[in-house]
């Protein structure tokens, strides 16, 4: 029985369409070309072939490349002024709220950033805790630990914790320790691949509530 929610934050809370997305993956690039000392274009290649056997590209360039300086990382990709991408949703709030459940946000992002977006959003008092990268040492989603840890540190369990993110990798990792997940899909992209692999999917965070109704988590 689901009692619980673990949410992610970036392109789940808010649309992958926006402005924050594309600035994020545009600086990320942006710092892995200048460590590697190659031009973005090398560098868009070299993180596509390296990527798919970790969780993040902070945790490659650091096992692979020799990054140390998680900081410079991190300065780099979510500045102070990205908030400026961001557009208000003063319905988000009343939205979680009407959920009526229990809710863990747990993402690769460092502290930093999750506190910048959840104040713009007004949402940060919500979470019953609230997990980011560096909590977890720089192993993150989809590593097992990262939902675990998390887990085990707000009393939830997989089992009575769904799962709702917008990447397939880290969804496939909840579901590998027998979770249930909702895959956020904006644009349907992996539409196939979840009726495949059987998870659900939604176009936003605001199709929840109604998928939760559907599946009787939820009262209508």
Known sequence: MIRHLLLDLDNTL????????EGITRRMLGFVAQWLGVTYEEAVNLRIDGLPGYGTTLEWLKAVH????????????????????LTP????????QSLGLPMTLLTNAPMSHAERLLRF??????FEGIFDITWHKGRGKPHAACF???????????????????????????????????LVDESGRWANMAREEGYWTI??????????????????
């Open 148 to 182: 675990l840890d998390t887990l085990n540190t707000v009393k939830h369990t997989v089992g009575d914790t769904l799962f709702v993110d917008d990447h397939p990798k880290y969804v496939r990792g909840y579901r590998d320790l027998g979770g249930q997940s909702v």
């Open 89 to 96: 949703d003063p319905g988000l709030r009343p939205y979680l």
């Open 14 to 21: 808010y649309p992958a369409s926006g402005g924050m997305d």
């Open 203 to 220: 176009p936003s965070i605001y199709g929840l509530k109604t998928l939760l109704v559907e599946r009787g988590i939820l009262d209508s």
């Open 66 to 85: 020799g990054l140390k300086d998680e900081k410079a990382y991190f300065d780099a990709v979510h500045p102070e002024s990205e908030i400026e991408e």
């Open 121 to 126: 959003f007004d949402v940060g008092d919500l």
